[in-house]
């Protein structure tokens, strides 16, 4: 059983910027797979960012050269840096874990891009 527990969201103004972080507890943290998942009113899920064990990356085209996700292993917790936010990047952000068959979710994070 792994838990995630995201903090960090808020409500910040066109072109700010804001950390998430998402704490794990559990399982061995550097074996699994840590991503972020945003889902706007009306919409599906979908992959914000995502970092390997390893350290490899893959990042949703919107957001790319805006987001950065990074991990520490050894305060076993995973962060999305988001860059020159945007309206619709407006949505529950959620923390998740993934190894083999084993996917875990945190609760989310609301971020809210306004002025």
């Known amino acids: 059983q792994v838990h995630l527990v995201e903090s960090g969201g808020g409500l910040v103004q066109p072109g700010g910027s804001l950390r998430l972080s998402c704490a794990a507890s559990?399982?061995?943290?550097?074996?699994?797979?840590m991503g972020w998942y945003r889902q706007a009113p009306g919409k599906q899920r979908e992959l914000v960012a995502a970092?390997?064990?390893?350290?490899?990356?893959n990042y949703a085209d919107s957001v790319k050269g805006r987001f950065t996700i990074s991990r520490d292993n050894a305060k076993t917790t995973v962060y999305l840096q988001m860059n020159s936010l945007k309206p619709e990047d407006t949505a529950v952000y959620y923390c998740?874990?993934?190894?083999?068959?084993?996917?875990?979710w945190g609760q989310g994070t609301q971020v809210t891009v306004s002025s």
């Open positions: 998740n874990a993934a190894r083999e068959i084993e996917n875990y």
């Open positions: 559990g399982r061995i943290f550097s074996m699994w797979t």
């Open positions: 970092v390997t064990g390893g350290g490899g990356t």
